[in-house]
Nanobody, 125 residues
Framework: QVQLVESGGDLVQPGGSLRLACAAS????????IGWFRQAPGKEREWVSC???????VYGDAGKGRFTIHRDNAKNTVYLQMNSLKPEDTAVYYC???????????????????WGKGTLVTVSS
């Protein structure tokens, strides 16, 4: 059974950093594309980043410049390192897995196959 569990969300001050984790079970993370998305209250789900099976990574506008996605195959976990956080980064962050296709690298949430339940990031002073 495929399962994704996010963790690491917290309340952080502007300018601070957080590292989110997406722990996978039921499959091996380096076989699939794993993406991070976020959803702020009243807004649509927004693509942050994707890491594909080869290890290459791509970023949406939400993740460019301040966020880094990386993978630990030994822990079967994908991380999102977030630096220089801003209040507008406040959202529930979700990780998702795509077994086949290109939805992850193009930031299309509807094409992702499995989703975690999300972790809340709040950036506020």
């Amino acid at each position: 059974q495929v399962q994704l569990v996010e963790s690491g969300g917290d309340l952080v001050q502007p300018g601070g950093s957080l590292r989110l984790a997406c722990a996978a079970s039921g499959f091996t993370v380096n076989y699939y594309s794993i993406g991070w998305f976020r959803q702020a209250p009243g807004k649509e789900r927004e693509w942050v980043s994707c890491i594909v099976s080869s290890g290459s990574d791509v970023y949406g506008d939400a993740g460019k410049g301040r966020f880094t996605i990386h993978r630990d195959n030994a822990k079967n976990t994908v991380y999102l390192q977030m630096n220089s956080l801003k209040p507008e980064d406040t959202a529930v962050y979700y990780c998702a897995a795509e077994t086949r296709g290109s939805s992850c690298v193009f930031g299309r949430p509807n094409g992702m196959d499995y989703w975690g339940k999300g972790t809340l990031v709040t950036v506020s002073s």
